[in-house]
């Protein structure tokens, strides 16, 4: 139940802490006091979308907190799953930017506007003046319907099975048309397989590959060069060597060497042709040792090769070796998936006749209780709608068997006939406004006993409806506040005074801003505003005495 609202600065209420009993609250007013902000703060502070223009001009934010207690099940429920304590009391807050940001906190805590809206879903239910149009729709007249009849579980339970059946077909679908085009793709993936598999490709191979290739051409280019060396110094053919060379011209300084003349100017020279010989012999005897055929320009042609077939294949199935590696598997499960996809469909097909079975079933169960569940709300929407000043009214629900849906196998809508003789039709060709309020306060006080929504609030009701059709409202209206916590906006005096508590939103304006205001009424204050409602003239004795024959009489009446 919603205990205490307290708001600031939104649009034209500077600041208002309005306190509500749990029966009937009654809000009343001039046109234009700010009664649809009032609701719009509530919506606010429910989680519902807000926007910068709510703010008063001039401030940097609105506030509108509200205090409950007596919280339902659910609610207490969705509090503990989010982290929140409950000690018998709920703190709802939201503060709106003039950037148009929001904050909203629960009991006292920061959180988000969507968790904010789930908790505060099962608190309040609005009926706004234009939510009547909801009676127009043949979908909302169905969920009226199935939230009468207790069917939302059974409806949870089909949509389950239901969606099994959409996956399972969309499945079916699917397979059916890889079947069509099966043999083709087979033979593609037979052929994507047996060339990629033929180059036994590994994970990192191209980069391996690539390494060694440029290791081995690093290589070959150092070979080359000690070859070249050794093949200078020491010779392939012992003929046009470094050594070979040294050795013809030792060979001729030996010729003109004295052997026993130790200034021999030439033995020397041969001395030392002798020593180059030894050390340059030596120098190749070493670069030798480095030559090597690790690596032959064979293997090097063989790692080119492969590097080639490897960069064909990137090209060819636009993507890296090692993703090709892994798509390889994946062409082989799917070959496998299609060289056996009939007995899989086949599966699948069962699988599907066993559901379109349960789907079915459930459906025409859900069909004969939606059925049953009318029968027994006709009569008690009708009644209320007899004691709401509608003697002569007649509504059905009217059932055409439909394409089995998400929703079952029905199409349901409301019918009416507000006149004798005239036969039911559609909610929209027939009822006007007064009566579509009617109605729709009838629906909302038998779902009343439906559902667990601790407090109503009911945004001018009242439209297109007066005398004796208006003092029916109040009543049924203080008999729903008896039940559960009402909140009524009106422009009626049977309504007005039928509250248990009667708040007047006021606007007042001074030399620089206007202001509205929210405050509660005693008695003789009830008087003068029933008055103002009856004749504009607050002061009015007639119009006075009206008003007080109303008050006396709202005991009487409920």
């Known amino acids: ?36 902000i009032l609701i719009g703060g509530i919506n606010a502070v429910l989680g519902g979308r807000t926007g910068r223009d709510i703010v008063r001009t001039g401030e940097n934010k609105a506030v509108v907190t509200a205090l409950f207690d007596d919280v339902p099940k659910e609610t207490q429920r969705k509090l503990e ?30 959180t988000t506007a969507a968790v904010l ?111 070249q ?35 021999d100017e030439y033995g020397k020279l041969s001395k030392r042709l002798s020593e180059a010989i030894i050390e340059i012999d030596d120098i190749g005897s070493e670069i030798s040792k480095n030559i ?23 090209r060819r199935y636009r993507r890296d070796i090692d993703q090709l590696i892994f798509d390889v598997e994946d062409w082989k499960q799917e070959l496998e998936d299609l060289q056996g996809s009939d007995d899989v469909l086949e599966e699948l097909n069962e699988k599907r006749r066993e559901l379109a079975e349960q789907v079915k079933s459930q459906a025409s169960e859900i069909s004969e209780l939606r059925k049953e569940a009318a029968e027994r709300l006709v009569k008690k929407i009708t009644d209320e709608l007899v004691f709401l000043d509608m003697p002569n009214i007649r509504f ?19 019918l009416i006939s507000v006149n004798k003789g005239e036969e039911p039709k559609s909610m929209n060709k027939i009822a006007s ?52 916590q009402v909140l009524c906006v009106t422009h009626l005096a049977q309504i007005a005074a039928m509250g248990d508590r009667h708040l007047l939103i006021e606007k007042k304006s001074d030399e620089i801003r206007t202001y509205t205001t929210v405050h509660p009424l005693d008695f003789d204050m009830r008087k003068r505003e029933i008055a103002r409602i009856i004749s504009g003239d607050s002061d009015s004795a007639a119009a006075l005495l009206s008003a007080e024959e109303l008050l006396k009489r709202k005991g009487s009446a409920k």
């Open 229 to 263: 060396a050794y093949g200078s110094l020491c010779g392939y053919d012992d003929e046009s060597s470094a050594v070979s060379l040294i050795q013809n011209a030792l060979h001729n300084l030996e010729k003109i060497t004295d052997p026993d003349n130790d200034a």
């Open 433 to 484: 406004g007064g009566e579509l309020s009617r109605i729709m306060l009838a629906v909302k006080n038998v779902l009343a006993s439906a559902d667990n929504v601790p407090t109503m609030i009911f945004d001018e009701i009242d439209t297109g409806i007066s005398g004796r059709a208006a003092q029916k409202v109040g009543v049924k209206l203080s008999e729903i506040g008896e039940k559960r």
């Open 117 to 227: 809206k789930e908790i505060a879903a099962d608190l309040i239910d609005i009926h706004g003046q234009h939510d009547t149009a909801i009676l127009m729709s043949t979908d909302n007249q169905r969920q009226i319907l199935d939230s009468y009849g207790g069917l939302n579980e059974k409806l949870n339970a089909y949509k389950e099975v239901f969606h099994q059946f959409s996956q399972i077909s969309k499945q079916v679908k699917a397979l059916q048309q890889k079947i069509e085009d099966r043999d083709n793709r087979i033979e593609e993936l037979k052929e994507k397989i047996e060339e990629v598999s033929g180059y036994e490709l590994y994970a990192g191979e191209e980069k391996d590959v690539t390494e060694k290739l440029e290791k081995a051409r690093s290589f070959e280019s150092v070979q080359k060069a000690l070859s």
């Open 1 to 36: 139940m919603l205990k205490e609202l307290d708001i600031e600065n939104l649009a034209v209420i500077e600041k208002a802490t309005i306190s509500f009993c749990d029966k009937l609250n009654v809000f009343s007013g001039e046109t234009g006091a700010g009664k649809s």
């Open 81 to 110: 799953e989010n982290g929140y304590s409950y000690d018998g009391e709920l703190l709802l807050q939201r503060e709106i930017s003039i950037d148009g940001k929001s904050t909203a906190r629960i009991n006292g805590k920061v």
């Open 396 to 414: 059905v629900f009217d059932f055409q068997k439909d394409k089995i849906s998400i929703t079952g196998m029905d199409k349901v809508e409301m």
């Open 292 to 314: 090597s055929d690790e690596y032959s320009s064979e293997s090097i042609s063989l790692l080119e090769n492969r590097l080639s077939d490897l960069l064909l294949l990137k």
